[in-house]
């Protein structure tokens, strides 16, 4: 499979605590993008980086991508407890002539 | 913009009924895309097009399933006869070119008895 693989598959943190979650991916991309879930909710873009970028940063939020291990992170500092969501790392193999493809995401729970 | 819109956001029906789904894109976004989710399989591309042309119908399960894009702001994806597996949220999304940022609507959570 193509899809970019979230890890771990769950995260549970204190509010105030840092989360990282990573992203692995199989074959080469032009961007990776990380997206967020509420329950019950559709899915809200956070944050693209194109592969000749190295870390991308937007409020709270760091995203660093390593194409030569094809490999992404996701960094929420300070975390609260309404970051609660599922993230999805979603890649683009426009090569292929296709769109995204997202992962199965990663759970976090921030409690206080 | 209001975003993607999508109708219904639930619909419960009963196996081997007709069941439509539709989305109104956001205005200017040249490509649809539609997305089945459910836990056990995370977030699957059933269907895109580009310019109201379908480019990779690839992901759509089986024949029961069809999505139609008559113009730029509506489409429509239809399963008949529906069946209990199909229950699943379905998501529209819109984005200016097929690598780049999607915008999602709100989904629709479809139960089939």
């Known amino acids: 499979s193509q899809q970019g693989e979230e890890d771990p598959q769950a995260l549970s943190i204190q509010e105030g605590e840092n989360a990282t979650m990573n992203c692995s991916y199989k074959?080469?991309?032009?961007?990776l993008q990380w997206y967020r879930q509420n329950s019950g909710r559709g899915l809200v873009h956070l944050i693209l980086?194109?592969?000749?970028?190295r870390e991308k940063h937007s409020g709270r939020l760091r995203v660093t991508l390593d194409t030569s291990k094809k490999s992404s992170s996701l960094l929420i500092t300070a975390s609260r407890a309404a970051d609660t969501a599922s993230y999805f790392c979603?890649?683009?193999?426009?090569?292929?002539?296709?769109?995204?493809?997202f992962g199965k995401g990663t759970t976090l729970s921030v409690s206080s | 913009d209001a975003g993607v819109i999508q109708s219904p956001r639930h619909e419960v029906t009963e196996m081997g009924q007709e069941v439509t789904l539709r989305c109104k894109p956001i205005?200017?976004?040249?490509?649809l895309f539609w997305y089945r989710q459910t836990m056990m399989r995370g977030l699957e591309l059933l269907i895109y097009?580009?310019?109201?042309?379908?480019?990779?119908d690839s992901g759509m399960p089986e024949d029961r399933f069809s999505a139609k894009m008559p113009n730029a702001s509506f489409s429509t994806l239809k399963i008949q006869p529906s069946e209990p597996r199909d229950s699943a949220v379905y998501f529209c999304a819109s984005s200016l070119s097929a690598g780049e940022t999607q915008y999602f609507g709100p989904g629709t959570r479809l139960l089939v008895l």
């Open positions: 205005s200017g976004h040249d490509y």
């Open positions: 074959t080469s991309i032009n961007n």
């Open positions: 980086i194109r592969s000749n970028e």
């Open positions: 979603a890649t683009d193999f426009s090569q292929a002539g296709t769109a995204l493809i």
């Open positions: 097009f580009n310019n109201n042309v379908p480019i990779d």
